[in-house]
Structure formats: C-alpha cells, structure tokens
C-alpha cells in the first residue's frame, strides 16, 4: 500500500532556503501519477505548491513558481521541495501527495511543520 | 475560488450533514472532497464529484456538477467529526476550499 512521508528542519530563516524531501515507499514511481507538494497554514488555508513526473517533468501554483523548484530521484523513490528566500508568510504544515493524473490527491504524507523564524 | 458553507455544522451523531462548496468558474465535475481529522492529514472522500473513494462509507455522498457542489453524510457517525475541504482540478492552479467543521453539537 502506497505510503509518503516527508522529512526536513522544522525550524527556517526568514531569508533563507526551506528544503524537504518526501520518500515513496511499497509503489512505483514510474506511472502516470505526479507526485506533488500542498501546504496548510492557517492564514491561506490548503494550498497546491507544484507537482512533478516520474520524467521531471514540472508545474507550478504561478502564486509561488517564482521561488520554488520540485525535483525526483526515482531511484531513491524520493522528490523534494525547496523554496527559497523564504518569510513568515512560508510557515506551515507542508504535505507530499500522489497527484493522480485526473488530478486529486491521494494518499497523503502525515505532513511536516516548518516554521520561518530567526 | 471555492466557498465552503457552512463555516461550522453543529449537528448530533445520526443525524444528517449537507456541505456546500460553490466555485468561482465553472469546473465541470471536476471536484473532490476530503476528511481531515486534528493532527492528521486530509483524506480522500469522493473525486470526479460524486465518485466514492476507495474503503468510504456510502454514507457518504457527492453530487453538482458546474459551480455548485454538494457532500452529504446521511448519518453522522462519531467518527465523521472533522473538517471536509473541497478541491477544484477542472482549472490550473488546483484550488481548495476554506473547510467547513462538522462538530458534536
């Protein structure tokens, strides 16, 4: 049964690079399936970061493409998320889901809190 | 833009939920809707907007097609108690809603 779980600091700079991976485990990557980003705050709410294939293949919510690139390693069954010059605005409970190709999510990671502070 | 209403649904176990979830622009049936639970991540219910998940209840039911979308639990167990977010895919970028808390009353 597909299971997700992310990982990275729970504690960022303002001004520096949130970097998180999620790993992939009892399923293949190498489907149609995306495989994406979603964040909780509780300012904005639920909020689709981006998404990515098994070939690298990449897109964005255009509220945070200019700072934020998704990249996979099939290999090691992982994609990660990074976002840089991060603020406050950035603190939140981050997800990694299976993007199904008609575009829901699901499973779910049980997520991980970052916090953007100095 | 999705809008979710009910903000709050205070309602008794065995009884009847309706959550609305009205979109901006037309999407189709391209809606989802998910269970989250404190602490816990969100939950697929129901996708394509009246299409049951895998492992969920027929309790639960969707239905609305275009702008206008409805989850109904026919009878509230004590499990049910949550927050249920709808999710739009028929426009890029996927959107979500602002949830509506179903509590004990």
């Known amino acids: 049964q597909l299971q997700l779980k992310e990982s990275g600091p729970g504690l960022v700079k303002p001004s520096e690079t949130l970097s998180l991976v999620c790993v992939v485990s009892d399923y293949s990557m190498i489907s149609s399936d995306y495989w994406g980003w979603i964040r909780q705050s509780p300012g904005k709410g639920l909020e689709w970061i981006g998404s990515?294939?098994?070939?690298?293949?990449?897109y964005y919510n255009p509220s945070v493409k200019s700072r934020v690139s998704i990249a996979i390693d099939t290999s090691k069954r992982q994609f990660s998320l990074k976002a840089t010059s991060v603020t406050a605005a950035d603190t939140a409970v981050y997800f990694c889901?299976?993007?199904?190709?008609?575009?829901?999510?699901?499973?779910w990671g049980p997520g991980t809190l970052v916090t953007v502070s100095s | 833009v999705l809008t979710q209403s009910p903000v709050t649904l205070s309602l008794s176990p065995g009884e009847r939920a309706t959550l609305s979830c009205g979109a901006s622009q037309i999407v189709s049936n391209y809606l989802a809707w998910y269970q989250q639970k404190p602490g816990l991540a969100p939950r697929l219910l129901i996708s394509?907007?009246?299409n049951r998940a895998t492992g969920i209840p027929d309790r639960f039911s969707g239905s609305g097609s275009g702008t206008d979308f409805t989850l109904t639990i026919s009878r509230l167990e004590p499990e049910d108690f949550a927050v249920y977010y709808c999710?739009?895919?028929?426009?890029?970028?996927?959107?979500f809603g602002q949830g509506t808390k179903v509590e004990i009353k």
């Open positions: 889901a299976r993007h199904s190709p008609r575009n829901w999510f699901d499973p």
């Open positions: 990515i294939s098994h070939s690298g293949t990449t």
């Open positions: 394509d907007a009246s």
């Open positions: 999710q739009q895919y028929g426009n890029s970028p996927w959107t």
